[in-house]
C-alpha cells in the first residue's frame, strides 16, 4: 500500500494555493538545472481554475521546457466543450506553445482503439522518463482518468487504452495504470463529503482508486476541500 498524505483545505481557494505552491517550486528548481519537466494533468472542471492561475504565474518564468499530456480524452476535437485538451489550451492561453508544449493522445484514427498503438509510441518517445507529477482527480464511482470500475486498467505493453464511459457509451482514450503510476509525484484533487468518504474506504475495495493507492511507488498527497 503506498503512502498516503492527506491534506484537508477550509475551501478551494486554500487548496489552489497549497498545490500550486508544490507546482511552482519544482518549476522554479527545474529552471536553475535546465531541467525538462512533465506533467499528466486531469481534465474537467475542478481542476480548471488551478490551471487558470497557473498560466497566470507562469507568464513570468523564464523556464520552455515543460511537457504536459491529459491523463484522459474523449475522442473529440479540441474545439468540443468536453475536450480536456481543448481545456488545458483555454486555460493556459499564456504559456501555451511558450513555458509548455501539450502532447496529444489523439490522432487522425476514427477510434482510439484504432489509435493506441500509435499513441502509446508517441508517450514513449516524447515521454522516456517519469513524469514529474501526475495530477489526478477521482469520480463518485472510483475511477481515475478514464480508468472505470470493471473495466481494463491497462492494455498489454501499451502506455494507454481505449476506453468507454459506462453510462454515456463516450469513447476515450487514458494513460494506462503503469503510465499514470511512473512518476515522481502524484497529486490527487478531490472535492466534496462524498468523495472523501468514498477514498477512506477504498484500500478496501477493488476500485481503480484502490488499484492506484495499492501500487503506486511514490507518495500519494491528496488535496481535498469541502
Known amino acids: 500500500m503506498a503512502s498516503v498524505q492527506f491534506n484537508s483545505y477550509a475551501n478551494f481557494a486554500g487548496l489552489s494555493t497549497a498545490l500550486l505552491g508544490q507546482w511552482l517550486d519544482l518549476i522554479d528548481q527545474a529552471a536553475v538545472v535546465q531541467q525538462t519537466l512533465s506533467f499528466a494533468l486531469a481534465g474537467g472542471s475542478t481542476p480548471a481554475p488551478l490551471y487558470r492561475q497557473l498560466d497566470t504565474m507562469l507568464a513570468g518564468r523564464s523556464i520552455k521546457n515543460i511537457k504536459l499530456v491529459a491523463t484522459d480524452e474523449r475522442w473529440v476535437d479540441d474545439a468540443d466543450a468536453q475536450s480536456n485538451e481543448g481545456l488545458f489550451k483555454q486555460c493556459l492561453p499564456l504559456s501555451h506553445g511558450k513555458q509548455w508544449n501539450l502532447v496529444s493522445l489523439k490522432n487522425t484514427a476514427q477510434t482510439p482503439e484504432l489509435a ?68 515522481k509525484k502524484i497529486w490527487l484533487l478531490i472535492t466534496g463529503a462524498e468523495k472523501k468518504q468514498l477514498f477512506e474506504k477504498a484500500a478496501g475495495a477493488d476500485l481503480p482508486i484502490s488499484a492506484l493507492l495499492r501500487d503506486a511507488r511514490c507518495t500519494i498527497e491528496v488535496f481535498w476541500c469541502p
Open 116 to 183: 493506441a498503438e500509435a499513441i502509446s509510441a508517441r508517450l514513449q518517445q516524447q515521454f522516456p522518463a517519469p513524469f514529474s507529477a501526475v495530477l489526478l482527480g477521482m469520480g463518485s464511482d472510483g475511477h481515475i482518468a478514464s480508468l472505470f470500475p470493471d473495466a481494463p486498467l491497462q492494455n498489454e505493453a501499451l502506455s494507454c487504452l481505449a476506453a468507454l464511459h459506462p453510462q454515456s457509451g463516450q469513447s476515450r482514450i487514458s494513460l494506462a495504470l503503469p503510465r499514470l503510476l511512473d512518476t
